[in-house]
């Protein structure tokens, strides 16, 4: 069995049965899953930030860093897997985005991630059909790419499905 | 669960590693804001093994210079006083910032990389937050804030599920509250009492004790503590807590007293933690195989 392990800004995708994709603690990053079920390939995507605006560099080293080039680059990704280009017949589900308990709508950018992610999805016409967003914990996920199964865990809770 | 008391974590903090007579002196003095780099330089030359660290680190592989560095004023000027505080550091107290968390579910290192992603933001906290203190400063208070951790964790093993309920029912307020609840002490005056043991400056020793309630700070040390307090949430933000209590705190919104900071700033602050971390971490690892 591999293991496909994403960090922060990576994208990466996989159509072996045997594989997990995996990214580790998500604090206020979003995880982006895409599951083709024509082709059995699962995509993910570890997004840090919502807009590659503030640094043009950085997303052109690591398009998966930021929401607005993230997507692109893992549905280009995926067509490599013979998935459709626009990501046509995929199920998207979203989680992550855990914000501090904070009154000041600065440091919510758990939340602004969620949200650059989701227009930028509706502009492909795609929407989540499961999330797990926001709150105050961090999230591991392991993808089993085999039974598209999505597990989430996080230190002192069990683990759950999404 | 059985709860510490105050005596018991005197005996704690008596079994812990102690400072190196440098590295106690390096943070007197970088704390001090009068010093400058000279004072630095000087006082490690006092310090035969730690003169072999600093100049073994500058002329690593991570640093990629192609003409070996030889003297040691041309390699701290060259590194800059952070990482000679963080060599010092991990030279004699490594293995508490190095220990696992079991009562928080957190691997061994994870103290350490929560430590220098902290240190890493609350210095830019203070560069791009427009703030007047001592960037260096921020650096090595974040880099001790959460050291208390390490002298509690084993008496929280398996409190985790429990520490959470307590915060989902609403019958703690945040993390350190369950601490305190648990255990009757929390991380903060844990590590505050090995500050004392250590003999701390001041304003580090109370960057340990408020680093979760800056708004408790002296005032003359206020915006160091929000500094910290701001670089330790972008730290758990950032995906390195140190496992079962990450982001379970409340964030002070008056850190905008003292803090000048857009959303795009701190997405910026994000963007320079990431890239520094990396470098850094790789950096002190590097020379750091004895450490212990």
Same mark, same amino acid.
């Given at each position: 069995?591999?293991?496909?392990?994403?960090?922060?800004?990576?994208?990466?995708?996989?159509?072996?049965?045997?594989?997990?994709?995996?990214t580790?603690?998500?604090?206020?990053?979003?995880?982006?899953?895409?599951l083709?079920?024509?082709t059995?390939?699962?995509g993910?995507?570890?997004?840090?930030?919502?807009?590659?605006?503030?640094?043009?560099?950085?997303?052109?080293?690591?398009?998966?860093?930021?929401?607005?080039?993230?997507?692109?680059?893992?549905?280009?990704?995926?067509?490599?897997?013979?998935?459709?280009?626009?990501?046509?017949?995929?199920?998207?589900?979203?989680?992550?985005?855990?914000n501090?308990?904070?009154?000041?709508?600065?440091?919510?950018?758990?939340?602004?991630?969620?949200?650059?992610?989701?227009?930028?999805l509706?502009?492909?016409?795609?929407?989540?059909?499961?999330?797990?967003?926001?709150?105050?914990?961090?999230?591991?996920?392991?993808?089993?790419?085999?039974?598209?199964?999505?597990?989430?865990?996080?230190?002192?809770?069990?683990?759950?499905?999404l | 669960?059985?709860?510490?008391?105050?005596?018991?974590?005197?005996?704690?903090?008596?079994?812990?590693?102690?400072?190196?007579?440098?590295?106690?002196?390096?943070?007197?003095?970088?704390?001090?804001?009068?010093?400058d780099?000279?004072?630095?330089?000087?006082?490690?030359?006092?310090?035969?093994?730690?003169?072999?660290?600093?100049?073994?680190l500058v002329?690593?592989?991570?640093?990629?210079?192609?003409?070996?560095?030889?003297?040691?004023?041309?390699?701290?000027s060259?590194?800059?006083?952070?990482?000679i505080?963080s060599?010092?550091?991990?030279?004699?107290?490594?293995?508490? @910032?190095?220990?696992?968390l =079991? !009562?928080y &579910?957190? #691997?061994?290192g994870?103290?350490w990389?929560?430590? *220098?992603?902290? $240190? /890493?933001?609350?210095?830019?906290?203070?560069?791009q937050?427009?703030?007047?203190?001592?960037?260096?400063?921020?650096?090595?208070?974040?880099?001790?804030?959460?050291?208390?951790?390490?002298?509690?964790?084993?008496?929280?093993?398996?409190?985790?599920?429990?520490?959470?309920?307590?915060i989902?029912?609403?019958?703690?307020?945040d993390?350190?509250?369950?601490?305190?609840?648990?255990?009757? @002490?929390?991380?903060?005056? =844990? !590590?505050? &009492?090995l #500050?004392?043991?250590?003999?701390l400056?001041k304003? *580090?020793?109370? $960057? /340990?004790?408020y680093h979760?309630?800056?708004?408790?700070?002296?005032?003359?040390?206020?915006?160091l503590?929000?500094?910290?307090?701001?670089?330790?949430?972008?730290?758990?933000?950032?995906?390195?807590?140190?496992?079962?209590d990450?982001?379970?705190y409340?964030?002070?919104?008056?850190y905008?007293?003292?803090?000048?900071?857009?959303?795009n700033?701190?997405?910026?602050?994000?963007?320079?933690?990431?890239?520094?971390?990396?470098?850094? &971490?790789?950096?002190?690892?590097?020379?750091?195989?004895?450490?212990g």
């Amino acid at each position: 069995m591999g293991q496909v392990i994403l960090g922060v800004g990576d994208y990466g995708a996989s159509n072996n049965p045997t594989d997990d994709v995996k990214t580790f603690a998500l604090g206020s990053c979003v995880s982006i899953i895409l599951l083709d079920p024509k082709t059995k390939t699962v995509g993910m995507a570890h997004v840090a930030l919502p807009d590659s605006s503030i640094n043009k560099a950085k997303a052109a080293e690591k398009p998966g860093y930021f929401a607005d080039t993230a997507i692109p680059a893992l549905l280009a990704e995926m067509t490599k897997y013979g998935c459709h280009k626009k990501g046509k017949g995929m199920v998207v589900k979203l989680c992550g985005g855990a914000n501090v308990m904070d009154t000041n709508d600065t440091f919510q950018i758990g939340k602004r991630n969620a949200l650059a992610i989701k227009k930028i999805l509706w502009a492909y016409g795609m929407g989540a059909v499961s999330e797990d967003l926001g709150k105050n914990f961090s999230r591991t996920v392991t993808i089993s790419v085999g039974a598209g199964q999505v597990t989430l865990s996080s230190p002192g809770r069990p683990n759950w499905q999404l | 669960m059985k709860t510490i008391s105050h005596d018991e974590l005197k005996e704690i903090v008596k079994s812990s590693p102690m400072l190196s007579a440098s590295a106690s002196r390096l943070l007197q003095l970088t704390s001090n804001p009068d010093h400058d780099l000279m004072d630095v330089v000087n006082l490690v030359k006092t310090d035969a093994k730690l003169t072999a660290r600093v100049l073994k680190l500058v002329n690593s592989a991570a640093f990629g210079l192609i003409n070996e560095i030889t003297s040691i004023d041309r390699a701290i000027s060259y590194l800059g006083e952070r990482i000679i505080v963080s060599i010092a550091l991990g030279d004699c107290v490594g293995k508490l @910032f190095e220990k696992e968390l =079991a !009562g928080y &579910e957190a #691997a061994g290192g994870d103290l350490w990389k929560h430590d *220098l992603r902290t $240190a /890493i933001a609350a210095r830019e906290v203070v560069v791009q937050g427009e703030m007047e203190i001592s960037p260096d400063l921020a650096f090595t208070a974040g880099l001790l804030h959460d050291i208390g951790k390490a002298l509690i964790s084993d008496y929280l093993k398996d409190s985790a599920p429990e520490a959470i309920e307590l915060i989902t029912s609403h019958d703690s307020a945040d993390y350190l509250d369950a601490e305190e609840k648990l255990i009757g @002490f929390d991380h903060t005056r =844990a !590590g505050f &009492e090995l #500050a004392k043991a250590w003999q701390l400056p001041k304003e *580090l020793a109370e $960057a /340990i004790l408020y680093h979760h309630t800056p708004a408790e700070a002296s005032e003359a040390f206020r915006p160091l503590v929000y500094a910290v307090h701001l670089g330790d949430n972008i730290a758990m933000m950032g995906g390195f807590g140190t496992g079962s209590d990450s982001m379970r705190y409340r964030l002070d919104s008056h850190y905008t007293d003292y803090i000048s900071l857009t959303p795009n700033t701190l997405a910026s602050i994000m963007l320079t933690v990431d890239s520094e971390f990396d470098k850094l &971490e790789q950096s002190i690892a590097s020379t750091g195989e004895d450490k212990g």
